[in-house]
């Protein structure tokens, strides 16, 4: 039972425009949403997180917004650049600090 | 920020022999470590919650004799791979909890490869 779901395996954008990634939940118990960037061969890597009492969080270029009745997420990257070029995993647990439940990830490549 | 440190990067061993994967918290105090792992091209799984001072807890399908995982100290967790197999050829990564902020940090990996 997939309890996250990223249905795009992949995104390509050119670069200055914005890259939208999206995210899908089933389980209404989930209340703490995070995004995070992966290279191969390295561990992933912090972007932004948001709690299921805000519908939105913005941090620089990346913001994330929560939309819980339709369960969804998703993540905006504005202006893309060609660094941002990867692997992005959207992660959920119940309550902050338990474990985290990952998504299949969605490859990002942004083109110059 | 927090740093989690993985060591080795990389390893390969023998089939049937076991392997140790050190993960560390360097700046931080972590009473729960997270060990997952990564088959090509696909998400990641967790393994199993590494508690200090105690048991961990591993999720369904994980074999616990097969994958020893101890947190003494509130620094360090380890994974041990035992008796390992060319079936257990996978990326390794831990985690933990980052004071810092509202998210985990991931250590660097570890690649197993069993000839």
């Known amino acids: 039972d997939q309890q996250v779901k990223q249905n795009s395996p992949s995104l390509s954008v050119q670069e200055g425009r914005i890259s939208i990634l999206n995210c899908d939940y089933t389980?209404?118990?989930?209340?703490?949403f995070l995004w995070y960037k992966k290279y191969p061969a390295e561990g992933p890597t912090f972007l932004i997180s948001?709690?299921?009492?805000?519908d939105k969080n913005e941090d620089g270029r990346f913001t994330v917004f929560l939309n819980k009745s339709a369960k969804h997420l998703s993540l905006h990257i504005v202006p893309s650049q060609p660094g941002d070029s990867a692997v992005y995993f959207c992660?959920?647990?119940?309550?902050?600090?338990?474990?985290?439940?990952f998504g299949a990830g969605t490859i990002l490549r942004v083109k110059s | 920020g927090a740093v989690v440190s993985q060591h080795p990067s990389w390893v390969i061993c023998k089939s049937g022999t076991s392997v140790k994967i050190e993960c560390r918290s360097l700046?931080?105090?972590?009473?729960?470590m997270f060990w997952y792992r990564q088959f090509p091209k696909q998400s990641l799984m967790l393994m199993a919650t590494?508690?200090?001072?105690?048991?961990?807890?591993?999720e369904q399908g994980v074999e616990k004799d097969k994958f020893l995982i101890n947190h003494a100290s509130l620094t360090l967790s380890t994974l041990t791979v035992t008796s390992a197999h060319p079936e257990d050829r996978s990326f390794y990564i831990c985690?933990?909890?980052?004071?810092?902020?509202?998210?985990?940090?991931f250590g660097s990996g570890t690649r197993l490869t069993v000839v």
């Open positions: 985690s933990a909890r980052d004071p810092d902020n509202y998210g985990y940090t």
């Open positions: 700046d931080f105090q972590a009473t729960t």
């Open positions: 590494s508690n200090e001072g105690s048991k961990a807890t591993y």
């Open positions: 389980n209404s118990m989930f209340d703490y």
């Open positions: 948001i709690s299921s009492i805000k």
């Open positions: 992660a959920a647990s119940v309550k902050y600090g338990n474990k985290l439940v």
